[in-house]
């Protein structure tokens, strides 16, 4: 009853009475009181969108006062030392390195703002999932780094708060929040398909009730305070919860909450079936094998259910079988358990179950602030961690859900202290490994690596979701973020039963996405999948792994590093196990993930590098290593096979497996490692063993014989050679590697930055990008730290962005110095680093051209060998490899080989054999200090040489090999004696190829004996020689030899004499490619000037060698020179078979082909200019016509014209008219002239404007508007001109085309399928020659030059006689064309011409459409085609710029056509302007005047318009004489107009004085005619001069320089008889020349203004002062730190639709803010981007992109994107903002946008044009 009341009074008064009922002592009844209203309003059961709660909420709260008054007094204590801003995704927040501790810390743009952060390493960026702000948080940043209000603690010295304010809040929030839980509870129900969409709708509907909360916690830390205490309290929650026994409804409630809680234990049974099912249909591999129940129904019994699952699992579906292993969890409460005990948690669990509502994610971490909170908060979520880990696999929208996730976790795990805590306290790591673990245990399935069948190893799947959509990703991000604590990972460290977990996690990606080589037809379905394979690698095996390392930098940390590598070693061996691994590898499958491999490697660098452990220590058995070095270098063999093409049949995406592999976000995790195990390995097995194996697995054995042919089982021909190359490669990288090998970390920097370098010139970003740094971010070198920017600076220099002439703007780029060049470009890094091979020939061409710039090499050179760095004594045994008999072996073979010139030899093959050679000489092996002399050692039967010393091995002969060879190779035909000599009696060697059954001897052998064997037969392979003192029994296996298809030719043994030691191989070499007889004479020794050596081919790198080798050995010494002093020509080797012919190399082949087409392309180049030259100077007419005024000669010729399509050159007819080609466009940049030169600025505050009414549109607008009023509308449109905005402006590349095959030429364009960057039905084509961009072409006039003459006779006719003669001729009609093939061409140019502007910018007058307007627009297009001419030359035509212009100018041809037009209309004689400018009017009767308006008065005339009127519609061609009659008399009237508009300027006494002195009668130059010139000059003269631009008879080299512009352009126009002799001395005055009285005329034309004009004063004053002078146009001044403009624009709202765009862009021409594609500001289907550049640019728009910090340009129904204006520090764009570094402004680039705006020329510059279908 009591509540009821309650309800029904006033909310505010009850919520006062309650308050101070609350406050008495005794406030039992207040308290009843309370909770039977709260029972009424908070009732769950009414819906909850009904707000009415939610006011009585607020007005109890704030206890009668208005909430907002309340909110503010609460904030005023708010003691709060943390700024805790949450924002959600896309809000731009700000990172600085140099403040954060942890590398995940934010700050909101306002703290950072109020932080100093000059000088410091700091980025924006967008969010993408979502932070907080951490200033005031010394656990995450410094202090140094907060902001003002932060650093001062200002929420430290805040009075406490009283009781009573906060009183009602903690009574009524309880009931508050249950009330959303039970709201909570109702609404759920176990989501299927159809009930997504019912959850949202939950959420929606609580959508206030969450605002609410959010809103009490922004006011700061007293009332979170309550929160807190509310949220985790846990007698009010065990009260609340439950509900009252007598409440049906609350038991309900709670029984539902009951049920949900127990189903979140399971994955639902059926939805596991579909999705699996899901998988099958779409052909994914996955089928749905063994359901995983995750957490286990009965917590004491794993192994029943597992038990169950293998049941199941063997009726599985689908070609793949998951596989479930039994739990190995620890504690398996870890998954399963979840008991809530307060608000908070139960609160989480709700928001985890409805996938992590926004709303409910800002609230919960609104509240981080409150240190309480926080900690209780984060115990919360990592006991929901495993609920939160099954929830997000069985989310529909993960990605959503992984953001809010992380926008959590990382909150609370990057902060050091609380992440120990909980690793304390709750486990943390135990939980989040299991987590992971059981993650990926639900997709697992059987591997198929080595032997398919009895393989017991489980791999996780690739195509699965989880990996697919990096659904992992939180927890693995989570994880990272812990480990990159030091105490949190030493604990992982110290943790052994962890550490085994973690192990058998990563074994899950050893072996993953197994590749299985295709070797028949193409794969049919290409998968994906490989690239979800490389991500799970680095980041959920990697990054861990590089966190894990960054806190073993230590000696005190080796027992770590020890127990690693000891549990690596053991789940290697368990996994070798696994796959039924013995010795070999299976053929024709390659994995590229190895993580356990990876781990091992990492950790023993470590231990070597940095903690000072022996090597030894940490390496299994010899057998042990053998198994581990298989894999690695399967996959190098398999890079080669791929690159050779041997894997085509996989499709491309093998390839892409093979860059990823060595791409740079990549390589330091996967490569390098790799190649440093194979180093590990090869230092401490067997060198002849591992050399052999390298070859083995490069499938190139066969090929290594001395016979010219042989038969190779594995490999096509054209497959042999790029597999050797690659062999060799592969063990030059090997043995010079460096990285893990004793490099320093700034040693492996420089490196890296080189080898990127000297490929391409890179950018800042692109190299920071570019070179591979540890992926932890608290790793070592951090990119943008010092020692990144030092080593930057010292090896290379920076190239300031500049313009290409062609305007594609360059980048600032940073390029190699000279020294870097000469001492430090290493081709080996190059080749380990490049993803594509060309880069590797980008840099060798680099090479080259510097080495030609600095003239020390000019020919093709070859890698320059580098020196290396010394190796660290542990890895010593490397250069074993480099002083072993199998690589000399393969050496001579290879050097013997090449020098014969067998097939499949090639010059990289020599320069690595060489560089192998180099290898060794620099690398000896310390331990034998063998003798110079020769050792007398008896031969063993694999010795072809006497020791493993490369040195003594160089110089020795050998005389004769036995090889197999086929029955039709050459070498049978020749009979060789047999030779009894001791040399080939030491091969006595079988060489049948061995198979079958010495792999089972291998299993008993011991490993010493494997070796042997090992060896042994890959000699006899090798040298497949036979003697009869055989003494090796043959193997029974020979009956089992395999046999290739198609059976080979016998094979045949021969003897080969060859009598030759490496030395004398590499002598001849060197003759063979110096082809000179004796290259090397016997003294070359003796000069010991190396200099030259370190550059050049491979002659200089044989010399290089042989100095080497004899400075090391008096011995060689003396071989070399008995070698040169006896060499004779080489026998040149026989082209015995076509085969052969095969050896000209491709290499050389390709060369050739190269050089021909430079020849080729050269000359068409050179082609294609001298017609270009050609092309233009014939089609400006006006450069060939124009000659001095004073010469008489004339032009009695035709014009010929060259057609571009047809070749043809001939006279434009009237028949088959020639055209030129023209872009036609609207401009309206005229109209945006102002009169200041000063261009405006951009705003960027809420107190600048942009006030558009002072340009020159707009007051040419305003004019008309105002003539229109009073004055007759025919004479209005005649007295100004339009065109101003919207004009239309037309320009030519210079080429000419027969318009008929310009038809066919667009009718093959309209049939061309190809997606052009025009629209050919709109008339858009692109010249045929130039490429230029074009839409019409202009008809030439046929004729021209015949009646010339009449230009030059001089006349002495009377000016009056003139003035009769023009108005004569301005009284014959027009004669209409006869109807030709010209005048329709014409005719439709026009057309393209009215088409090319809108309807608006052409519809002046009263009636639209009428002839008047027609004749204004025809007479405008001319003034704005002068009048742009004229801003092109810089405002002034005496100071040249000219030539460029006149050669493309087609004035000459538009004026004929428009004059052609216009002569079409009369003008009535009783309104010809010329009778009023020359004729005293008679006083005619008044009669037919008064009902019609007056026409315009003189004075206001425009007079070029005038002027072009006048020459457009006389008929043509136009005698001197008159033209310059038509000039005089303008000039008057122009001069009248001046002296009128200078005279309104003057106070009534400076009129007097004027009027007094008879100025007019006898003008002379008073100071103010200074002015008057001015005026004069400005208008009169210069667009009268643009007319003889268009009469094409003045000859520009004769106009003098600017100071006498105007006394020139008056000789030139005969206003002045000749030219004066100081030329300052002329007065605008002595120019006049008036027909008679002019004192009459001007009274006339002054009356005209006085007399019957119904103007108001002042409006007829505006009119009479014309603004002659207009500024050039300019864009908007910008702001040169680019950090403004985004600050103020990004947030502000639209001017139309008043919401903040999700794309703003401004218009740089007139400051409008505009939304870029947003729907909200359409209309009628366009956007406002292109609407505006309509209406503001008359098609043609310049944006701003806000958030891109692009320029985009719309030019009619094409748009493209222009580049950047704004720059870093690097002279680099940052296009999206995606570095968020600071941009300031780049004045070139901003004038080169200016000028491509000003010329018109953006269609011809920018390239890449596209269709916006009006979406912009």
Same mark, same amino acid.
């Given at each position: 009853?009591?509540?009821?009341?309650?309800?029904?009074?006033?909310?505010?008064?009850?919520?006062?009475?309650?308050?101070?009922?609350?406050?008495?002592?005794?406030?039992?009844?207040?308290?009843?009181?309370?909770?039977?209203?709260?029972?009424?309003?908070?009732?769950?059961?009414?819906?909850?969108?009904?707000?009415?709660?939610?006011?009585?909420?607020?007005?109890?709260?704030?206890?009668?006062?208005?909430?907002?008054?309340?909110?503010?007094?609460?904030?005023?204590?708010?003691?709060?030392?943390?700024?805790?801003?949450?924002?959600?995704?896309?809000?731009?927040?700000?990172?600085?390195?140099?403040?954060?501790?942890?590398?995940?810390?934010?700050?909101?743009?306002?703290?950072?703002?109020?932080?100093?952060?000059?000088?410091?390493?700091?980025?924006?960026?967008?969010?993408?999932?979502?932070?907080?702000?951490?200033?005031?948080?010394?656990?995450?940043?410094?202090?140094?780094?907060?902001?003002?209000?932060?650093?001062?603690?200002?929420?430290?010295?805040?009075?406490?708060?009283?009781?009573?304010?906060?009183?009602?809040?903690?009574?009524?929030?309880?009931?508050?929040?249950?009330?959303?839980?039970?709201?909570?509870?109702?609404?759920?129900?176990?989501?299927?398909?159809?009930?997504?969409?019912?959850?949202?709708?939950?959420?929606?509907?609580?959508?206030?009730?969450?605002?609410?909360?959010?809103?009490?916690?922004?006011?700061?830390?007293?009332?979170?305070?309550?929160?807190?205490?509310?949220?985790?309290?846990?007698?009010?929650?065990?009260?609340?919860?439950?509900?009252?026994?007598?409440?049906?409804?609350?038991?309900?409630?709670?029984?539902?909450?009951?049920?949900?809680?127990?189903?979140?234990?399971?994955?639902?049974?059926?939805?596991?079936?579909?999705?699996?099912?899901?998988?099958?249909?779409?052909?994914?591999?996955?089928?749905?094998?063994?359901?995983?129940?995750?957490?286990?129904?009965?917590?004491?019994?794993?192994?029943?259910?597992?038990?169950?699952?293998?049941?199941?699992?063997?009726?599985?579906?689908?070609?793949?079988?998951?596989?479930?292993?039994?739990?190995?969890?620890?504690?398996?409460?870890?998954?399963?358990?979840?008991?809530?005990?307060?608000?908070?948690?139960?609160?989480?669990?709700?928001?985890?179950?409805?996938?992590?509502?926004?709303?409910?994610?800002?609230?919960?971490?609104?509240?981080?602030?409150?240190?309480?909170?926080?900690?209780?908060?984060?115990?919360?979520?990592?006991?929901?961690?495993?609920?939160?880990?099954?929830?997000?696999?069985?989310?529909?929208?993960?990605?959503?859900?992984?953001?809010?996730?992380?926008?959590?976790?990382?909150?609370?795990?990057?902060?050091?202290?609380?992440?120990?805590?909980?690793?304390?306290?709750?486990?943390?790591?135990?939980?989040?490994?299991?987590?992971?673990?059981?993650?990926?245990?639900?997709?697992?399935?059987?591997?198929?690596?080595?032997?398919?069948?009895?393989?017991?190893?489980?791999?996780?799947?690739?195509?699965?979701?989880?990996?697919?959509?990096?659904?992992?990703?939180?927890?693995?991000?989570?994880?990272?973020?812990?480990?990159?604590?030091?105490?949190?990972?030493?604990?992982?460290?110290?943790?052994?039963?962890?550490?085994?977990?973690?192990?058998?996690?990563?074994?899950?990606?050893?072996?993953?996405?197994?590749?299985?080589?295709?070797?028949?037809?193409?794969?049919?379905?290409?998968?994906?999948?490989?690239?979800?394979?490389?991500?799970?690698?680095?980041?959920?095996?990697?990054?861990?792994?590089?966190?894990?390392?960054?806190?073993?930098?230590?000696?005190?940390?080796?027992?770590?590093?020890?127990?690693?590598?000891?549990?690596?070693?053991?789940?290697?061996?368990?996994?070798?196990?696994?796959?039924?691994?013995?010795?070999?590898?299976?053929?024709?499958?390659?994995?590229?993930?190895?993580?356990?491999?990876?781990?091992?490697?990492?950790?023993?660098?470590?231990?070597?590098?940095?903690?000072?452990?022996?090597?030894?220590?940490?390496?299994?058995?010899?057998?042990?290593?053998?198994?581990?070095?298989?894999?690695?270098?399967?996959?190098?063999?398999?890079?080669?096979?791929?690159?050779?093409?041997?894997?085509?049949?996989?499709?491309?995406?093998?390839?892409?497996?093979?860059?990823?592999?060595?791409?740079?976000?990549?390589?330091?995790?996967?490569?390098?490692?790799?190649?440093?195990?194979?180093?590990?390995?090869?230092?401490?097995?067997?060198?002849?063993?591992?050399?052999?194996?390298?070859?083995?697995?490069?499938?190139?054995?066969?090929?290594?014989?001395?016979?010219?042919?042989?038969?190779?089982?594995?490999?096509?021909?054209?497959?042999?050679?790029?597999?050797?190359?690659?062999?060799?490669?592969?063990?030059?990288?090997?043995?010079?590697?460096?990285?893990?090998?004793?490099?320093?970390?700034?040693?492996?920097?420089?490196?890296?930055?080189?080898?990127?370098?000297?490929?391409?010139?890179?950018?800042?970003?692109?190299?920071?990008?570019?070179?591979?740094?540890?992926?932890?971010?608290?790793?070592?070198?951090?990119?943008?730290?010092?020692?990144?920017?030092?080593?930057?600076?010292?090896?290379?220099?920076?190239?300031?962005?500049?313009?290409?002439?062609?305007?594609?703007?360059?980048?600032?780029?940073?390029?190699?110095?000279?020294?870097?060049?000469?001492?430090?470009?290493?081709?080996?890094?190059?080749?380990?680093?490049?993803?594509?091979?060309?880069?590797?020939?980008?840099?060798?061409?680099?090479?080259?051209?510097?080495?030609?710039?600095?003239?020390?090499?000019?020919?093709?050179?070859?890698?320059?060998?580098?020196?290396?760095?010394?190796?660290?004594?542990?890895?010593?045994?490397?250069?074993?490899?480099?002083?072993?008999?199998?690589?000399?072996?393969?050496?001579?073979?290879?050097?013997?080989?090449?020098?014969?010139?067998?097939?499949?030899?090639?010059?990289?093959?020599?320069?690595?054999?060489?560089?192998?050679?180099?290898?060794?000489?620099?690398?000896?092996?310390?331990?034998?200090?063998?003798?110079?002399?020769?050792?007398?050692?008896?031969?063993?039967?694999?010795?072809?040489?006497?020791?493993?010393?490369?040195?003594?091995?160089?110089?020795?002969?050998?005389?004769?090999?036995?090889?197999?060879?086929?029955?039709?190779?050459?070498?049978?035909?020749?009979?060789?004696?047999?030779?009894?000599?001791?040399?080939?009696?030491?091969?006595?060697?079988?060489?049948?190829?061995?198979?079958?059954?010495?792999?089972?001897?291998?299993?008993?052998?011991?490993?010493?004996?494997?070796?042997?064997?090992?060896?042994?037969?890959?000699?006899?392979?090798?040298?497949?020689?036979?003697?009869?003192?055989?003494?090796?029994?043959?193997?029974?296996?020979?009956?089992?030899?395999?046999?290739?298809?198609?059976?080979?030719?016998?094979?045949?043994?021969?003897?080969? *004499?060859? @009598?030759?030691?490496?030395?004398?191989?590499?002598? =001849? &070499?060197?003759?063979?490619?110096? $082809?000179? %007889?004796? !290259?090397?004479?016997?003294?070359?020794?003796?000069?010991?000037?190396?200099?030259?050596?370190?550059?050049?081919?491979?002659?200089?790198?044989?010399?290089?060698?042989?100095?080497?080798?004899?400075?090391?050995?008096?011995?060689?010494?003396?071989?070399?020179?008995?070698?040169?002093?006896?060499?004779?020509?080489?026998?040149?080797?026989?082209?015995?078979?076509?085969?052969?012919?095969?050896?000209?190399?491709?290499? *050389?082949? @390709?060369?050739?082909?190269?050089?021909?087409?430079? =020849? &080729?392309?050269?000359?068409?180049? $050179?082609? %294609?200019? !001298?017609?270009?030259?050609?092309?233009?100077?014939?089609?400006?007419?006006?450069?060939?016509?124009?000659?001095?005024?004073?010469?008489?000669?004339?032009?009695?010729?035709?014009?010929?014209?060259?057609?571009?399509?047809?070749?043809?050159?001939?006279?434009?007819?009237?028949?088959?008219?020639?055209?030129?080609?023209?872009?036609?466009?609207?401009?309206?940049?005229?109209?945006?002239?102002?009169?200041?030169?000063?261009?405006?600025?951009?705003?960027?505050?809420?107190?600048?404007?942009?006030?558009?009414?002072?340009?020159?549109?707009?007051?040419?607008?305003?004019?008309?508007?105002?003539?229109?009023?009073?004055?007759?509308?025919?004479?209005?449109?005649?007295?100004?001109?339009?065109?101003?905005?919207?004009?239309?402006?037309?320009?030519?590349?210079?080429?000419?085309?027969?318009?008929?095959?310009?038809?066919?030429?667009?009718?093959?364009?309209?049939?061309?399928?190809?997606?052009?960057?025009?629209?050919?039905?709109?008339?858009?084509?692109?010249?045929?020659?130039?490429?230029?961009?074009?839409?019409?072409?202009?008809?030439?006039?046929?004729?021209?030059?015949?009646?010339?003459?009449?230009?030059?006779?001089?006349?002495?006719?009377?000016?009056?006689?003139?003035?009769?003669?023009?108005?004569?001729?301005?009284?014959?009609?027009?004669?209409?064309?006869?109807?030709?093939?010209?005048?329709?061409?014409?005719?439709?140019?026009?057309?393209?011409?009215?088409?090319?502007?809108?309807?608006?910018?052409?519809?002046?007058?009263?009636?639209?459409?009428?002839?008047?307007?027609?004749?204004?627009?025809?007479?405008?297009?001319?003034?704005?085609?002068?009048?742009?001419?004229?801003?092109?030359?810089?405002?002034?035509?005496?100071?040249?710029?000219?030539?460029?212009?006149?050669?493309?100018?087609?004035?000459?041809?538009?004026?004929?056509?428009?004059?052609?037009?216009?002569?079409?209309?009369?003008?009535?004689?009783?309104?010809?302007?010329?009778?009023?400018?020359?004729?005293?009017?008679?006083?005619?009767?008044?009669?037919?005047?008064?009902?019609?308006?007056?026409?315009?008065?003189?004075?206001?005339?425009?007079?070029?318009?005038?002027?072009?009127?006048?020459?457009?519609?006389?008929?043509?061609?136009?005698?001197?004489?008159?033209?310059?009659?038509?000039?005089?008399?303008?000039?008057?009237?122009?001069?009248?107009?001046?002296?009128?508009?200078?005279?309104?300027?003057?106070?009534?006494?400076?009129?007097?004085?004027?009027?007094?002195?008879?100025?007019?009668?006898?003008?002379?130059?008073?100071?103010?005619?200074?002015?008057?010139?001015?005026?004069?000059?400005?208008?009169?003269?210069?667009?009268?001069?643009?007319?003889?631009?268009?009469?094409?008879?003045?000859?520009?080299?004769?106009?003098?320089?600017?100071?006498?512009?105007?006394?020139?352009?008056?000789?030139?126009?005969?206003?002045?008889?000749?030219?004066?002799?100081?030329?300052?001395?002329?007065?605008?005055?002595?120019?006049?020349?008036?027909?008679?009285?002019?004192?009459?005329?001007?009274?006339?034309?002054?009356?005209?203004?006085?007399?019957?004009?119904?103007?108001?004063?002042?409006?007829?004053?505006?009119?009479?002062?014309?603004?002659?002078?207009?500024?050039?146009?300019?864009?908007?001044?910008?702001?040169?730190?680019?950090?403004?403009?985004?600050?103020?624009?990004?947030?502000?709202?639209?001017?139309?639709?008043?919401?903040?765009?999700?794309?703003?862009?401004?218009?740089?021409?007139?400051?409008?803010?505009?939304?870029?594609?947003?729907?909200?500001?359409?209309?009628?289907?366009?956007?406002?981007?292109?609407?505006?550049?309509?209406?503001?640019?008359?098609?043609?728009?310049?944006?701003?992109?806000?958030?891109?910090?692009?320029?985009?340009?719309?030019?009619?129904?094409?748009?493209?994107?222009?580049?950047?204006?704004?720059?870093?520090?690097?002279?680099?764009?940052?296009?999206?903002?995606?570095?968020?570094?600071?941009?300031?402004?780049?004045?070139?680039?901003?004038?080169?946008?200016?000028?491509?705006?000003?010329?018109?020329?953006?269609?011809?510059?920018?390239?890449?044009?596209?269709?916006?279908?009006?979406?912009?």
């Amino acid at each position: 009853m009591m509540a009821a009341s309650l309800l029904r009074r006033d909310k505010r008064a009850t919520a006062a009475h309650l308050k101070e009922d609350l406050n008495r002592t005794d406030n039992s009844s207040g308290l009843r009181q309370l909770q039977d209203l709260l029972d009424a309003v908070l009732n769950p059961e009414k819906p909850a969108a009904d707000t009415e709660a939610l006011d009585w909420c607020k007005c109890l709260i704030a206890g009668g006062e208005g909430f907002e008054e309340f909110c503010k007094t609460v904030r005023s204590y708010d003691n709060a030392t943390l700024c805790g801003l949450v924002w959600t995704a896309n809000f731009v927040a700000y990172r600085c390195r140099t403040c954060g501790i942890s590398p995940c810390m934010s700050l909101c743009a306002e703290c950072f703002n109020n932080g100093d952060h000059t000088g410091h390493d700091f980025n924006m960026f967008r969010s993408q999932a979502g932070g907080a702000c951490d200033c005031g948080d010394s656990n995450v940043m410094r202090d140094s780094g907060f902001c003002r209000r932060h650093r001062l603690r200002t929420g430290e010295n805040v009075p406490s708060i009283p009781r009573d304010l906060l009183l009602m809040s903690e009574m009524v929030l309880p009931r508050f929040i249950l009330c959303i839980i039970q709201y909570l509870r109702d609404g759920y129900i176990e989501p299927d398909t159809s009930a997504e969409r019912d959850l949202q709708k939950v959420l929606q509907q609580l959508e206030p009730q969450i605002t609410f909360l959010e809103e009490l916690t922004k006011m700061g830390g007293a009332m979170r305070t309550v929160l807190t205490k509310i949220l985790t309290n846990q007698q009010t929650y065990k009260e609340l919860s439950m509900g009252k026994e007598d409440n049906l409804y609350a038991k309900k409630n709670y029984d539902k909450y009951l049920s949900a809680l127990k189903n979140s234990d399971l994955v639902s049974v059926e939805e596991k079936n579909q999705s699996a099912a899901a998988d099958i249909a779409v052909g994914a591999e996955g089928g749905a094998g063994a359901m995983v129940l995750l957490g286990t129904t009965a917590p004491g019994s794993p192994d029943e259910s597992a038990k169950e699952e293998d049941q199941d699992g063997g009726q599985s579906v689908g070609q793949r079988k998951r596989v479930k292993l039994s739990s190995s969890t620890k504690d398996p409460y870890i998954i399963d358990s979840l008991k809530h005990k307060c608000f908070l948690e139960e609160l989480l669990f709700w928001t985890i179950k409805f996938e992590f509502p926004q709303k409910m994610v800002t609230f919960l971490l609104n509240m981080l602030p409150d240190q309480d909170y926080k900690i209780t908060f984060t115990k919360t979520f990592v006991q929901h961690y495993a609920f939160i880990m099954k929830t997000l696999m069985k989310s529909h929208e993960s990605d959503t859900m992984s953001n809010r996730i992380v926008h959590i976790s990382v909150q609370l795990f990057s902060n050091e202290e609380l992440a120990r805590h909980m690793t304390e306290e709750c486990q943390l790591l135990d939980i989040m490994v299991t987590v992971l673990l059981y993650m990926m245990e639900s997709c697992l399935i059987k591997s198929e690596l080595q032997d398919e069948e009895n393989n017991r190893h489980v791999v996780v799947n690739c195509s699965e979701a989880l990996l697919k959509n990096n659904t992992y990703w939180p927890l693995v991000s989570d994880f990272i973020n812990i480990l990159s604590h030091q105490s949190v990972a030493k604990k992982f460290l110290e943790d052994h039963s962890l550490l085994m977990l973690w192990m058998s996690f990563v074994s899950f990606f050893q072996g993953m996405n197994l590749n299985k080589r295709e070797l028949n037809e193409h794969v049919e379905f290409e998968s994906q999948t490989y690239y979800a394979a490389f991500a799970a690698e680095l980041e959920a095996c990697a990054q861990p792994l590089w966190g894990l390392l960054t806190h073993c930098k230590v000696k005190e940390t080796q027992e770590y590093t020890k127990t690693v590598v000891r549990y690596c070693l053991e789940t290697l061996q368990i996994w070798f196990d696994a796959i039924g691994f013995i010795d070999e590898p299976a053929p024709n499958q390659v994995t590229f993930h190895l993580p356990l491999h990876r781990y091992y490697a990492m950790f023993l660098s470590r231990a070597v590098k940095c903690q000072g452990l022996d090597l030894d220590s940490l390496l299994p058995d010899q057998e042990m290593l053998m198994k581990i070095m298989v894999h690695p270098l399967q996959i190098q063999a398999c890079l080669s096979e791929i690159h050779s093409n041997m894997w085509v049949r996989n499709g491309l995406q093998i390839k892409g497996q093979a860059m990823t592999y060595v791409q740079s976000h990549f390589c330091n995790s996967m490569i390098d490692p790799d190649i440093y195990l194979l180093q590990v390995c090869a230092s401490r097995l067997d060198p002849d063993y591992f050399i052999s194996s390298v070859f083995e697995r490069f499938k190139v054995v066969d090929l290594l014989t001395m016979a010219s042919q042989h038969q190779n089982a594995v490999l096509d021909s054209e497959q042999e050679r790029p597999m050797l190359e690659g062999a060799l490669t592969f063990l030059v990288i090997l043995t010079s590697l460096r990285i893990h090998l004793g490099m320093t970390d700034d040693e492996i920097l420089r490196s890296e930055m080189v080898s990127q370098l000297c490929m391409n010139d890179r950018t800042h970003s692109a190299l920071l990008d570019l070179i591979p740094e540890n992926p932890n971010p608290k790793s070592g070198i951090v990119p943008g730290s010092c020692s990144f920017e030092d080593v930057l600076s010292a090896v290379a220099d920076f190239k300031a962005p500049v313009f290409e002439p062609g305007g594609s703007m360059q980048q600032g780029m940073y390029t190699p110095k000279a020294e870097v060049w000469e001492k430090e470009f290493d081709t080996i890094m190059v080749v380990l680093r490049t993803v594509y091979r060309r880069d590797v020939q980008s840099a060798m061409d680099r090479y080259s051209a510097f080495l030609k710039q600095y003239g020390i090499h000019t020919g093709n050179p070859w890698p320059p060998y580098k020196e290396r760095t010394p190796l660290h004594p542990c890895y010593k045994g490397l250069t074993r490899l480099l002083h072993c008999k199998t690589l000399h072996i393969v050496i001579f073979t290879l050097l013997y080989k090449i020098w014969m010139d067998h097939q499949n030899m090639s010059e990289h093959v020599l320069c690595m054999v060489l560089y192998l050679i180099e290898l060794g000489l620099d690398n000896q092996v310390q331990d034998n200090k063998e003798d110079e002399e020769p050792c007398i050692e008896e031969h063993c039967h694999d010795s072809w040489f006497p020791g493993t010393n490369l040195l003594s091995n160089l110089h020795h002969v050998i005389n004769f090999v036995r090889v197999r060879v086929p029955e039709t190779a050459p070498e049978v035909k020749r009979e060789t004696p047999p030779s009894t000599s001791a040399e080939a009696s030491s091969y006595g060697q079988n060489s049948r190829r061995l198979s079958g059954n010495w792999r089972e001897n291998l299993r008993e052998a011991q490993v010493f004996s494997l070796v042997a064997e090992r060896r042994r037969k890959f000699q006899e392979i090798i040298n497949r020689s036979n003697t009869e003192a055989a003494q090796v029994v043959r193997p029974k296996s020979s009956s089992t030899r395999w046999v290739s298809p198609g059976t080979p030719p016998q094979l045949v043994t021969e003897i080969l *004499e060859i @009598r030759e030691s490496m030395l004398s191989l590499l002598v =001849k &070499l060197h003759q063979k490619m110096s $082809s000179k %007889q004796n !290259s090397l004479s016997a003294s070359w020794l003796e000069d010991p000037d190396t200099s030259h050596h370190a550059h050049g081919d491979g002659i200089t790198a044989i010399e290089r060698i042989l100095t080497k080798a004899a400075a090391r050995s008096c011995q060689i010494k003396r071989n070399i020179q008995d070698i040169c002093g006896k060499v004779c020509p080489p026998v040149p080797p026989k082209k015995n078979s076509p085969s052969d012919k095969k050896a000209m190399d491709k290499e *050389e082949r @390709r060369q050739r082909a190269r050089e021909r087409q430079q =020849k &080729l392309l050269a000359e068409f180049a $050179s082609r %294609q200019k !001298s017609f270009m030259e050609t092309a233009m100077d014939v089609e400006s007419p006006e450069n060939e016509a124009a000659m001095d005024l004073g010469s008489s000669e004339v032009m009695e010729s035709e014009v010929l014209y060259d057609c571009v399509i047809c070749g043809q050159s001939g006279p434009s007819t009237e028949d088959r008219p020639t055209g030129l080609v023209v872009l036609l466009q609207a401009s309206s940049v005229l109209g945006h002239r102002r009169k200041s030169k000063q261009p405006k600025q951009l705003p960027t505050s809420d107190e600048e404007h942009i006030y558009l009414a002072d340009t020159c549109g707009v007051a040419h607008d305003v004019r008309l508007t105002l003539m229109q009023q009073f004055f007759k509308d025919s004479s209005c449109l005649q007295s100004v001109s339009i065109g101003w905005d919207g004009g239309v402006y037309v320009q030519t590349c210079g080429h000419t085309l027969h318009i008929d095959c310009h038809k066919s030429y667009m009718e093959s364009l309209r049939n061309d399928q190809v997606l052009q960057g025009f629209s050919v039905d709109k008339g858009e084509f692109t010249c045929p020659l130039c490429r230029q961009f074009a839409n019409s072409v202009l008809p030439c006039r046929p004729g021209r030059g015949t009646d010339s003459s009449g230009w030059h006779t001089p006349t002495n006719k009377a000016t009056c006689i003139l003035v009769k003669e023009v108005e004569d001729l301005q009284e014959k009609l027009g004669l209409f064309p006869t109807e030709s093939n010209l005048s329709k061409e014409m005719e439709l140019v026009i057309k393209d011409i009215k088409n090319t502007t809108q309807k608006k910018y052409m519809d002046y007058g009263k009636n639209p459409g009428s002839p008047d307007n027609d004749f204004l627009f025809m007479y405008s297009v001319a003034r704005t085609n002068l009048e742009l001419e004229l801003v092109h030359r810089g405002g002034n035509l005496c100071s040249g710029g000219a030539s460029a212009a006149a050669k493309r100018s087609c004035l000459n041809q538009l004026f004929h056509v428009l004059a052609m037009h216009m002569r079409l209309y009369s003008i009535d004689s009783a309104y010809n302007p010329w009778t009023k400018l020359t004729q005293i009017a008679q006083h005619k009767d008044a009669d037919g005047f008064d009902e019609e308006r007056p026409e315009v008065p003189m004075l206001f005339r425009d007079v070029p318009s005038l002027l072009i009127i006048f020459v457009l519609t006389m008929p043509q061609p136009l005698r001197k004489e008159h033209f310059t009659c038509v000039i005089k008399m303008l000039y008057n009237l122009q001069f009248t107009q001046a002296l009128a508009a200078l005279s309104t300027k003057l106070s009534s006494e400076e009129r007097q004085a004027w009027v007094k002195s008879g100025a007019l009668k006898k003008v002379n130059v008073k100071p103010h005619d200074l002015d008057l010139r001015g005026h004069v000059l400005s208008i009169g003269c210069f667009i009268i001069q643009s007319f003889f631009f268009f009469l094409a008879h003045l000859s520009f080299s004769c106009l003098p320089q600017e100071e006498e512009e105007f006394s020139s352009l008056a000789v030139c126009l005969g206003l002045l008889s000749s030219a004066p002799q100081p030329p300052s001395a002329v007065h605008s005055a002595s120019c006049l020349e008036w027909p008679f009285n002019a004192f009459d005329l001007v009274t006339q034309w002054c009356d005209e203004v006085t007399g019957r004009s119904l103007m108001h004063p002042e409006q007829s004053l505006s009119l009479l002062v014309q603004e002659p002078q207009w500024a050039a146009p300019r864009l908007l001044q910008l702001p040169d730190n680019y950090n403004i403009i985004f600050q103020y624009y990004h947030r502000k709202a639209c001017t139309v639709c008043k919401k903040v765009p999700k794309d703003p862009a401004l218009c740089l021409v007139c400051g409008s803010f505009v939304c870029l594609k947003g729907v909200c500001c359409k209309q009628q289907g366009t956007c406002e981007c292109v609407l505006h550049s309509q209406h503001c640019g008359a098609a043609t728009g310049i944006f701003l992109l806000i958030n891109a910090s692009v320029i985009i340009i719309i030019r009619g129904h094409r748009f493209c994107l222009w580049g950047s204006v704004y720059l870093d520090a690097h002279g680099e764009e940052d296009r999206d903002l995606r570095r968020g570094k600071p941009l300031f402004l780049c004045e070139e680039r901003y004038r080169v946008l200016e000028q491509q705006w000003v010329s018109h020329t953006f269609d011809h510059i920018n390239k890449r044009w596209g269709p916006h279908y009006n979406g912009l």
